[in-house]
């Protein structure tokens, strides 16, 4: 069984984390073409209520009145 002769230092550590730290993303964005706000991929719109050309959820309903 492989078991390390001496412990990894924190500098070490760090360095082989920050590898995969480098590579993390934001949230992907994209405009609402409804409204034209920025809203997160496959989410309804906050401002509009609109999703793929339809009203979703209370907040488009409101609105059309």
Same mark, same amino acid.
């Given at each position: 069984?492989?078991?390390?002769?001496?412990?990894?230092?924190?500098?070490?550590?760090?360095?082989?984390?920050?590898?995969?730290?480098? #590579?993390?993303?934001?949230?992907?964005?994209?405009? /609402? $073409?409804? %409204? #034209?706000?920025?809203?997160?991929?496959?989410?309804? /719109? $906050?401002? %509009?209520?609109?999703?793929?050309?339809?009203?979703?959820?209370?907040?488009?309903?409101?609105?059309?009145?």
């Amino acid at each position: 069984m492989a078991v390390p002769k001496r412990r990894v230092s924190h500098a070490k550590t760090a360095r082989r984390h920050a590898q995969w730290i480098k #590579s993390l993303k934001g949230p992907e964005l994209t405009v /609402c $073409p409804h %409204c #034209s706000e920025v809203v997160m991929t496959y989410r309804a /719109c $906050p401002e %509009c209520g609109y999703y793929r050309g339809r009203v979703v959820g209370k907040l488009g309903k409101e609105e059309e009145k």
